[in-house]
């Protein structure tokens, strides 16, 4: 086991991440399994470095005094000449002049390159700026990678050419060394280090557990609401195993998949790019979410006229699922798979522990892609939120036809008109989904695969499934309470997440003028005012709100309407406590002086 060189609350000089500069910093402490200290800054940001980037303090003076001293060539090199005594006098009064210039120009020599360090300082940070769910800004304009690498050596060249005062022959060396070392810096900065140091989901264990957890709520609560009594004690009976499979069922879940997949590439809509990504690249996505939701749409009416039922999704409700949910574990292997063989620079953050069931579940590569198509982004809002709606439509029709309705009850009319709202708001924005942690930080694993394909659909559309079998009847009053409610979570909700979107894209947007914010080390900036000034996570209000508003229709008899609500708290606490990790890592003092600034979380008042 390697002898660690320095010791907690040491003062030591660490390089700054992805250049060849020095600050002062101090040893927070030492990870014995990655060798790597954590230190931390005089603004309190911190950073994990090798023990290679770190100097002693003394080494640095002591060079400092050695480039001040003259050389002795320089002092015993120059040519003697006769001159008279008058001009030697003159000559002296000249040189002490001289001198005196010299040690002035010195100084200023100083300065200026103390401030030239400081400006490629400013620049190498922004390479580093996540984007965590708090709503922030760069205040620094974005420049790739390898340009802000041939700057600075630029920049470091001009320093040793304009304002050494050492002899040209030690300057030549110095230069020369110099250079190899930012190429080298170069090389091994374009190999990003993405190794995972964090485990979430209590760890390895935790995600073992919750691959098979996960699939066993979901069939636990589609069995509990077949059931006339669902209650949580009243536990269903197991169904045998050959009923859940169905071939049939599971070609028509990929026909469903492939034919969004295919509505995806239609060349119609925008193409904008993405967050950049560690590398300096920007991805780029087409925007034609909602014109897909407008076809399939016009599908199912075509498929409705001609009398199609939309209830053989209900009747296979449990097949249907179970499908999905085998699609979403296969398509999982193969993410897993193709992603030992990606660069890994394109590796995710969060997912590279290099523990087979951790990755497995998290995902291993950020934004696997076959050429164009994204994998993850398409996963994120077709397949899985647009089939959302159909089922909801389908159980809106099963519940005329099981309960013998002319028309579908008020219940199910809000529930299916608030969901509606909310997946359509999600196509008519979906450019704003380029910012969420899913796109730029969570890799593309089991995690996400079964969220998107699996939870949302069959979990979110649990209240319209419930009120087949369980009739709520609700008075128009309390319809229109439930109403207000849903469009004042709607309100917080889109009125949080546009002032958020608007800040990341443009923060110098004429209409954002009047917010105030805190400045970072890292170049960007925390909203303090405006919907983000309220709580941390005023968009998370917003949702909670709106899932309140979705099983309020189905009554009071059962809790399981209202798991949605249960799991949601959950899960937004979850997020909130990870995001506030990770913002005060990064930011370190600035992080403080917000949650001073912006005490509550979620719940303005309480929490």
């Not at 028509?252 to 967050?275: C, D, R, T």
């Not at 028309?407 to 999600?426: C, K, R, T």
Request: with cysteine.
């Amino acid at each position: 086991m390697p002898v660690r060189r320095f010791a907690d609350g040491e003062v030591v000089m660490g390089r700054w991440p992805g250049s060849v500069l020095y600050y002062e910093v101090q040893v927070a402490s030492y990870n014995d399994l990655t060798h790597l200290y954590t230190v931390k800054y005089k603004d309190g940001t911190e950073l994990e470095l090798k023990e290679s980037d770190l100097r002693s303090v003394s080494s640095f003076k002591h060079r400092k005094s050695n480039s001040s001293s003259s050389s002795p060539s320089r002092r015993s090199g120059s040519r003697s000449r006769s001159r008279s005594p008058g001009r030697s006098a003159k000559g002296k009064r000249r040189s002490s002049s001289q001198s005196r210039e010299s040690k002035e120009e010195k100084k200023k020599t100083v300065r200026e390159t103390n401030l030239t360090f400081l400006k490629l300082s400013e620049n190498n940070t922004s390479r580093y700026n996540g984007e965590p769910d708090s709503t922030e800004r760069n205040d620094t304009s974005y420049k790739p990678l390898q340009q802000q690498k041939f700057e600075s050596e630029v920049e470091i060249r001009h320093v040793l050419d304009q304002y050494s005062l050492r002899p040209r022959r030690e300057k030549k060396i110095e230069e020369t060394f110099l250079e190899e070392r930012v190429f080298e810096m170069a090389k091994t900065t374009e190999k990003v280090s993405t190794q995972t140091k964090e485990l979430e989901f209590g760890g390895r264990i935790g995600a073992f557990c919750m691959i098979f957890f996960l699939p066993a709520t979901v069939f636990y609560l589609l069995l509990m609401c077949k059931q006339e009594d669902p209650s949580v004690m009243n536990f269903p009976p197991l169904p045998a195993l050959g009923s859940l499979w169905e071939t049939r069922v599971f070609g028509v879940f990929l026909l469903w998949f492939f034919v969004q997949a295919l509505f995806s590439l239609l060349p119609v809509g925008k193409v904008v790019e993405g967050l950049p990504l560690l590398n300096g690249r920007r991805l780029k996505y087409r925007i034609n979410g909602f014109y897909a939701f407008v076809l399939t749409v016009a599908a199912v009416g075509t498929s409705l006229y001609f009398e199609i039922e939309l209830h053989y999704l209900y009747d296979h409700f449990l097949q249907f699922a179970v499908s999905a949910a085998t699609f979403s574990v296969l398509l999982s292997i193969y993410l897993y798979a193709r992603s030992l063989k990606a660069p890994k620079e394109e590796l995710s953050p969060g997912g590279n522990s290099g523990n087979f069931v951790y990755d497995f579940f998290i995902g291993r590569e950020l934004n696997p892609r076959i050429g164009n198509f994204d994998l993850k982004y398409f996963c994120e809002l077709r397949p899985g939120l647009i089939g959302w709606v159909i089922i909801n439509l389908a159980m809106l029709l099963a519940e005329m036809k099981v309960q013998d309705r002319n028309m579908p009850s008020l219940s199910m009319i809000l529930v299916n008109s608030f969901q509606l709202l909310y997946v359509v708001d999600a196509l008519w924005n979906e450019d704003a989904i380029l910012t969420t942690m899913d796109i730029t930080h969570d890799g593309f694993g089991f995690m996400l695969a079964f969220g998107d394909l699996v939870w949302v659909p069959f979990i979110y559309s649990l209240q319209a499934f419930y009120l087949v079998s369980h009739p709520s009847e609700i008075s128009w009053p309390t319809a229109s309470a439930i109403i207000i409610l849903n469009i004042f979570g709607y309100y917080i909700f889109r009125g949080a997440n546009s002032q958020k979107n608007a800040f990341r894209r443009n923060p110098k947007d004429p209409k954002l003028a009047h917010l105030k914010c805190i400045p970072t080390a890292a170049g960007k900036s925390l909203l303090i005012t405006g919907w983000w000034g309220l709580v941390r996570h005023p968009n998370y209000l917003g949702d909670l709100i709106m899932a309140l508003a979705w099983s309020l229709p189905c009554g009071f008899n059962h809790i399981l309407p209202y798991f949605y609500v249960l799991y949601f708290t959950c899960l937004l606490i979850h997020r909130e406590n990870r995001d506030g990790h990770q913002c005060k890592k990064k930011y370190g003092l600035a992080w403080e002086r917000y949650c001073q600034r912006v005490p509550y979380r979620i719940f303005p008042y309480i929490y």
